[in-house]
């Protein structure tokens, strides 16, 4: 089956950087894009980008665009995110979440178990 | 960006009974909206897509409707199960954005 299993938790200090992974699993990696997306406590998500993992071509939320770094690995169908300049309010639970079509229909479908990101000096 | 705004902020009912959620867009999405489920502890569940239609393996008890600006998830012959937070999503307009959530709580 689909599967999307992310790295484990990390604890940073503020202005440091932090590198998530996602490990794609039961399905063409190539033919769906993925999407990152936080939720910090008691908050909605919110959405930083997403990658098309056959291209390579990233499409970042402009909040994030100046921290944020998307790639992906064909050869072992992983993910990557990594998040710059860590402030105390970047502390959540990060997703990846592949796309709904093949086509990039730009709906977050199936997600990862979460990667818990602390911020804390 | 585009401001998803839900409402009621929680809704308590009975088993059996019926919810209404409410989504509403700071300009219009057309209907390139989703709703999604979330329980404690786990990642959402997309539930509805494009306004109106049902993600796999999604009971038929889950509907939705709506244009525009403003969107319903109606959750019909509520179960324990059903206790949650929903969240809508938008993608007609770059960035994506989810609203601040509509918590279901079942008496």
């Known amino acids: 089956q689909v599967q999307l299993v992310q790295s484990g938790a990390e604890v940073k200090k503020p202005g440091a950087s932090v590198m998530l992974s996602c490990t794609t699993s039961g399905y063409t990696f190539i033919d769906f894009y993925v999407h990152w997306v936080r939720q910090a406590p008691g908050q909605g998500p919110e959405w930083l980008g997403v990658?098309?993992?056959?291209?390579?071509?990233?499409s970042y939320s402009p909040k994030f665009r100046d921290r944020v770094t998307m790639t992906r690995d064909t050869s072992t169908s992983t993910l990557y995110m990594e998040l710059s300049s860590l402030r105390p309010d970047d502390m959540a639970v990060y997703y990846c979440?592949?796309?709904?079509?093949?086509?990039?229909?730009?709906?977050?479908?199936?997600w990862g178990q979460g990667t818990l990101v602390i911020v804390s000096s | 960006e585009v401001v998803l705004t839900q409402s009621p902020p929680t809704l308590s009912l009975f088993p059996g009974g019926r919810a209404t959620l409410s989504c509403r867009a700071s300009?219009?999405?057309?209907?390139?909206i989703a709703w999604y489920q979330q329980k404690p502890g786990q990642a959402p569940r997309l539930l509805i897509y494009?306004?109106?239609n049902r993600a796999i393996g999604i009971p038929a008890r889950f509907s939705g409707s709506g244009s525009g600006t403003d969107f319903t998830l109606t959750i019909n012959y509520l179960e324990p199960e059903d206790s949650a937070v929903y969240y809508c999503q938008q993608r007609r307009w770059g960035p994506l954005t989810f609203g601040g959530g509509t918590k279901v709580e079942i008496k």
């Open positions: 990658i098309n993992p056959k291209t390579g071509s990233i």
């Open positions: 494009d306004a109106s």
């Open positions: 300009q219009t999405v057309d209907t390139y």
């Open positions: 979440a592949r796309d709904l079509w093949d086509n990039g229909g730009y709906y977050p479908r199936l």
